[in-house]
């Protein structure tokens, strides 16, 4: 098994796919950069900066490319791209990378239509690579700048987990490591949809303490969801769990969150979704809830957030059904 990564590929030019790409370029690694089309390859690589990450510098040792067969020659992948495209990304893939290669999903959301977790798209589509996941309190615009963030880093085995912690990591980007794939892709799935949720809170103007609550009323949710699906305990209370959970429910800096801002302050979905940019959680929303009626897993905040942005329910109907829950014991 290879255990030194210094070729990192990096799948996907999008905001977290050059912060991941300028990381792992920090830390002393070989990086290209994939981008879809030729276009934005021949761009990025000739300006060296994204209009989705202003002010950023690409550094000028990151390879970009278009061409996928030229990417799969390294030594560990990270899939950057949203949820719902992994799965096409990873079956292109799977004919070009080299057996046991680690293959990281970066992205944070479920599956639609198939139910399924972002390392089971990587297993179903590309069965011969070792599958992973990388998720935390980080964004893009933080991480690329060198800011200092703490991440999750997830591989079946310990020992690819801890080299890969180690091949990507630096002073300012510190991937904690684990073995739980299903507890680090649970919390990034669920906090976004939760995130939504904190943003409306926000958007109606209904106040601190009213966040407060929702945010730890959320991680309740969060818990009994991955306690349901086998999650470990430190997982769901670490940076992928709690952690990623209060970032993206305390600041608009969050995708997730100011769409819920623009649903609080009365946007319908569509305008809303017009507004921001890939939220994930409008995508996961309805998955995770159906997820969770299957599990018998209580997930009130989460069904509210599923109905307003498939448009079932008003922003003011929905909160009034999470006020009016009867009282119970606390957990
Ligand atoms: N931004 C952040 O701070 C963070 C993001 N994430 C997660 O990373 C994932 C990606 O987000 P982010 O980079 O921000 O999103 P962006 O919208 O900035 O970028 C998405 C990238 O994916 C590409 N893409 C979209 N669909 C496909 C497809 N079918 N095939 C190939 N490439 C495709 C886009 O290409 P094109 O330009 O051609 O459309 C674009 O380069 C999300 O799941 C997000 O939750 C996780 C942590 C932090
Ligand atoms: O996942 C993120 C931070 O950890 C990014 O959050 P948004 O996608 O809501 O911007």
């Keep these: 098994m290879r255990m030194s990564y210094q070729r990192i590929s990096v799948i996907g030019g999008g905001s977290w796919g050059i912060a991941l790409a300028s990381a792992a370029k920090r830390a002393g690694r070989d990086v290209i950069l994939w981008t879809r089309s030729q276009q934005d390859a021949d761009i990025l690589d000739r300006k060296r900066e994204s209009s989705r990450l202003p002010g950023a510098?690409?550094?000028s040792d990151i390879a970009i490319t278009a061409d996928l067969t030229k990417a799969a020659q390294c030594d560990a992948m990270l899939l950057v791209v949203p949820a719902q495209a992994l799965r096409e990304v990873a079956l292109s893939l799977a004919p070009v990378i080299a057996p046991d290669t680690p293959v990281l999903a970066c992205a944070k959301g479920i599956e639609r239509g198939t139910?399924?977790?972002?390392?089971?798209?990587i297993v179903e589509t590309a069965p011969k690579a070792a599958p992973g996941i990388l998720s935390g309190p980080s964004f893009a615009s933080d991480v690329v700048r060198g800011l200092p963030t703490a991440v999750t880093l997830a591989a079946r085995d310990e020992k690819t987990a801890s080299a890969l912690a180690?091949?990507?990591g630096s002073a300012t980007f510190r991937p904690y490591h684990s073995t739980d794939l299903r507890g680090v892709e649970i919390g990034g799935a669920a906090k976004n949809v939760l995130a939504i949720a904190a943003g409306i809170v926000s958007g109606r103007g209904l106040g601190a303490s009213a966040a407060a609550a929702l945010t730890t009323r959320g991680f309740a949710e969060l818990t009994r969801f991955g306690r349901a699906l086998g999650a470990k305990p430190e997982t769901l209370t670490?940076?992928?769990g709690l952690g990623?959970?209060?970032?993206?429910?305390s600041t608009p800096q969050?995708?997730?969150f100011s769409l819920g801002l623009a649903l609080g302050q009365g946007l319908?979905?569509?305008?809303?979704?017009a507004k921001t940019s890939l939220a994930e959680g409008v995508y996961t929303a309805a998955v995770l809830n159906d997820m969770a009626r299957e599990h018998n897993v209580d997930m009130p905040i989460v069904a509210a957030v599923a109905d307003v942005v498939e448009g079932q329910a008003s922003v003011d109907e929905a909160i009034s059904r999470l006020l009016t829950r009867p009282f119970r014991a606390e957990g």
Excluded: Q, W, Y
């Design 57 to 59: 510098t690409i550094d």
């Design 115 to 121: 139910r399924k977790f972002m390392t089971e798209v």
């Design 166 to 168: 180690h091949a990507l």
């Design 238 to 240: 670490g940076l992928s």
């Design 244 to 249: 990623d959970l209060i970032l993206t429910c």
């Design 254 to 256: 969050s995708r997730n």
């Design 268 to 273: 319908s979905p569509l305008e809303a979704i």
